[in-house]
């Protein structure tokens, strides 16, 4: 539950409207920040926005259209805000992400680099557009917030494409920390099982056998959004270039 304001007068934009991402909204939007969800499947922003509690200070939510794996779908989204807004967000939370499962073996090439293009690729245009329009109008700080996941540390059968995109988003953020230390924290969070429409693909015999591995025995809820408005929030001002395992 949220239990303060510390998001008042943040603009945060989220990538992927569903699951975690729709949660990480309503969180932002109950502590007072203004959000812009942006997702390929515009229907999915919208609904997301449809639900939010109202922006302070009269400022709107804003459902856009985005794909992440394109640099002129990125650019275009982030003049669209700061045409809206006068400023571009000081929060950007990474939540758009795929899978498309298979064993080693048999894992077509077009489903490797399609998963990278999203989940890799993607974090690092958004992260690239939003810090490049936070140094340009002079910004003093700012958060952004990748979505890793737990499989790109410790692997995953069946998931050899998404697990190395996710090491990715770990490396990308780490390096990303140390170039813009000056102001902008780049942090990752690393979800473990959580229920979205996500893993509700994922056959219940999986999903037994990995709840095994998970030491409170049961599937996390979109909860993980509770990290990222400690992330985004001032709380978190002394914490950039890690991972923070929600598992
Ligand atoms: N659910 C889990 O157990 C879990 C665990 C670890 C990490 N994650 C990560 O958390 C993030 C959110 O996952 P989720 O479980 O909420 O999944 P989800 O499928 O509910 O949401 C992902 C969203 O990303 C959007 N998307 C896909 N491709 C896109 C693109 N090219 N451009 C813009 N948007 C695109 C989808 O339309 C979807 O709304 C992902 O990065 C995922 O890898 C999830």
């Known amino acids: 539950m949220a239990s303060s304001s510390r998001l008042i007068s943040r603009l945060a934009l989220v990538t992927g409207g569903s699951g975690i991402g729709r949660a990480v909204c ?3 939007a109950s502590e007072g920040a203004t959000v812009i969800v942006a997702d390929l499947n515009q229907d999915a922003a919208v609904e997301t926005v449809d639900a939010l509690q109202r922006g302070q200070k009269g400022l709107e939510h804003m459902a856009g259209q985005i794909d992440v794996s394109s640099k002129d779908s990125v650019k275009k989204l982030i003049t669209r805000i700061q045409t809206c807004y006068f400023q571009p967000p ?3 939370v990474n939540a758009a992400g795929i899978t498309q499962d298979d064993f080693l073996l048999s894992l077509e090439e077009e489903h490797f680099d399609k998963v990278i293009q ?3 690729k993607g974090t690092f245009l958004v992260t690239q557009a939003v810090a490049q329009a936070l140094v340009a109008c002079g910004a003093p700080k700012g958060s952004i917030i990748n979505m890793g996941s ?3 540390k410790v692997g995953n059968i069946g998931q050899a494409n998404y ?5 990715g988003v770990e490396g990308l953020t780490r390096t990303a920390a140390k170039e813009l230390s000056f102001g902008i924290r780049c942090n990752c ?3 473990g099982f959580i229920t979205t429409p996500m893993t509700d693909k994922v056959p219940d015999k999986v999903i037994n056998k990995l709840l095994t591995l998970v030491p409170l025995g049961r599937m996390g809820e979109p909860a993980v959004a509770d990290v990222c408005a400690f992330l985004a929030s001032d709380d978190s001002r002394y914490i950039t270039g ?6």
Do not use: D, H, M, Y
Not at 163 to 167: F, R, Y
Not at 242 to 247: K, P
């Open 26 to 28: 309503q969180r932002f």
């Open 90 to 92: 000081s929060v950007c």
């Open 118 to 120: 999203v989940n890799l």
């Open 150 to 152: 737990i499989v790109g």
């Open 163 to 167: 697990s190395a995109s996710k090491a």
């Open 189 to 191: 969070v690393l979800p």
């Open 242 to 247: 890690t991972s923070i395992e929600v598992t």
